[in-house]
């Protein structure tokens, strides 16, 4: 059987999975830019020139994290050719992340100052609710979770993540938020 390559039942579930983490991130880039180019004449319509205020700044740090995401998941599916580079792309990749939940975390909370007539005490609750993921996903990705570079067959250099601990309290953490934000 000259010409065969045998690849392990490990080594193809691994393959596997990249595919389908590759295709749904294409399709959130994707989507990501279609958004950006779509919502342009509108946003110059209707924000731009306007006074700034805490709906616009939120507006843009969103808009602009949010297109910082996609661009560096475009760079994250490049082949890195050093362990710093490729552990550097995913620490920065999870400080992304935690930008875009502190600004949902505002956003949560300016609503609910909207929405009870500036009741202080409950836009401190939501807020202080909604900051939970961002302690315990701070912790996990940067206390827990360590980052290497692997080689994988037929897709090249990638970084990879170990876990030392559960991600039970992880879990409890967005349970806790995501039912938060439904009441």
């Known amino acids: 059987m000259q010409g065969h390559i045998r690849i392990s039942s490990q080594d193809l579930s691994v393959m596997e999975n990249s595919w389908?983490?590759?295709c749904c991130t294409a399709s959130g880039i994707a989507l990501v830019l279609y958004d950006h180019i779509a919502t342009?004449?509108?946003e110059i319509e209707v924000v731009w020139g306007r006074r700034c205020n805490?709906?616009?700044?939120?507006?843009?740090?969103?808009?602009?994290?949010?297109?910082?995401?996609?661009?560096?998941?475009?760079?994250?599916?490049?082949?890195?050719?050093?362990?710093f580079g490729c552990i550097g792309l995913e620490v920065l990749k999870r400080a992304?992340?935690?930008l875009l939940t502190a600004a949902w975390a505002i956003f949560s909370a300016y609503r609910m100052y909207s929405i009870s007539g500036g009741i202080w005490a409950l836009t401190s609750v939501v807020l202080m609710l909604n900051l939970i993921p961002i302690g315990?996903?701070?912790?996990?990705?940067?206390?827990?979770e360590r980052y290497y570079s692997v080689q994988i067959?037929?897709?090249?250099q990638?970084?990879?993540?170990?876990f030392q601990l559960s991600g039970?309290?992880?879990?409890?953490?967005?349970?806790?938020?995501v039912s938060k934000d439904r009441s």
């Not at 616009?56 to 998941?73: E, K, N, P, V």
């Not at 990638?158 to 170990?162: E, P, Q």
């Open 136 to 144: 315990t996903d701070s912790y996990f990705w940067f206390f827990v």
């Open 96 to 98: 992304i992340s935690i």
């Open 158 to 162: 990638r970084c990879g993540t170990k």
């Open 20 to 22: 389908i983490e590759a």
């Open 54 to 83: 805490v709906v616009i700044l939120l507006l843009y740090f969103t808009r602009w994290t949010i297109f910082l995401w996609a661009t560096l998941q475009v760079l994250l599916y490049t082949p890195q050719p050093t362990a």
């Open 40 to 42: 342009l004449p509108q």
């Open 168 to 177: 039970e309290l992880l879990v409890q953490s967005k349970v806790l938020a």
């Open 153 to 156: 067959l037929g897709i090249g």
